[in-house]
């Protein structure tokens, strides 16, 4: 019998569930984790007001979701594993190695753009020197690809695992029970991460399914699912380093739910003040911010000083500011070369 686990999810905390040492983090992890947190929220902020300032046509954020991005990708072995994430993981492409160079050129729809030479919208991520799939538009499409590339990786005999991201609102369509289903019986080394941010758009999680958990549906499939408290880093690594150290044995997949929430609306073009009130956002901005979370635990722990978190951001954000002056002044792709590697040459 195959029971949902719950990590994180009894007590609302202010640092971590999770002690770093009893995961086999050192102090050297932990401010690795802080600092890929804080860039990519710099990078974040920063996006959205280029957006703002019209350099930029549209902006799609992962604002508030920071945690449960690094703490799982931290968990997995860039340049081994296969990655297929979803618009708002910034968190993961910069935690596999992708620069912010890289993702600011992606924004400015520049020619060197390595997620497709500017043909796809922003967020459409991809880098194939990360292992990073491109990725559709149609939601959770890429769950169903992840199924097939990780049981292709393991009939190849390689020992990698593969990520895949998506909403709790893309957890309703088709392809994720076609996915799960096919995972689960050819036990594909995969990783299911549903990044539950409480909202598709404008519609509540109440209003698109009958379950609390999106991760209770794993039973269903004769898989492992877990909940966890998506906005603690420490427990989102926990858990995922247990369903990749299970899948390279080869036990096949694992659903983890983060419970986690976006604090921006949904996209440059949404106003979430039609469908949310302010203070269930602030929540989120002030003691549940995940970055103020961990930030709690290392000066709980003495793991650093003020003076010292507050340096890695001040460095965060000079590098975000550099790579977006970087990218704006890049070349802009050549109108002839449109549909250069979108159409075969006959
Ligand atoms: C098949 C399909 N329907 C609708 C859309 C438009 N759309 C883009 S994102 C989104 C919301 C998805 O919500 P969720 O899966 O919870 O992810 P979140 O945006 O909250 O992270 C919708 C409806 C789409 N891209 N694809
Ligand atoms: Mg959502």
Known sequence: MIEIERVGMDEVVAGSHVNHEAVG??????????????????????????????????YI???????????????????K?????????????????????DLALALFAK?????????????HFGHRDYNVFTSSSPVSTQIPQAAGIAYASKLRGEDAVCYVAFGEGGSSKGDFHEGLNFAAIW???????????????????????????????AIGYGMPGVVVDGQDVLAVYKVTKEAVDRARRGE???????????IVPHSSDDDDRLYRTREEVDTYRTSQDPIVRLRTYILENELATDEEL???????????????DWAEQ?????????????????
């Open 187 to 217: 036990k594909s080394p995969v990783i299911f991460l549903c990044q539950n941010n409480r909202y598709a758009i404008s519609v509540g999680q109440e209003k698109q399914m009958a379950v609390e958990d999106v991760a209770s549906r």
């Open 111 to 123: 020619k060197d753009d390595p997620a497709s030479g500017a043909r796809q919208m922003p967020a």
């Open 330 to 346: 890049q070349p802009d792709p050549v109108a002839e070369e449109a549909a250069l590697y979108v159409f075969a040459e006959a």
């Open 252 to 262: 096949g997949p694992t659903l983890i739910e983060a419970k986690t929430y976006r």
């Open 25 to 58: 983090l050192t102090r050297e992890d932990v401010l690795e984790l802080f600092r890929l947190m804080v860039l990519t929220r710099r990078l974040d902020e920063r996006s959205e007001q280029v957006q703002r300032q019209g350099k930029t046509a549209f």
């Open 81 to 101: 594993d296969w990655f297929l994430p979803y618009y708002r993981d910034f968190g993961i492409m910069l935690a596999v190695g992708a620069t912010p160079r």
């Open 310 to 324: 507050d340096h890695i951001d001040k460095e965060a954000l000079a590098h975000v500011d550099e790579a977006l």
């Open 61 to 79: 954020s992962g604002r508030g979701q920071e945690a449960t991005q690094i703490g799982c990708a931290y968990a997995m072995e860039p340049g």
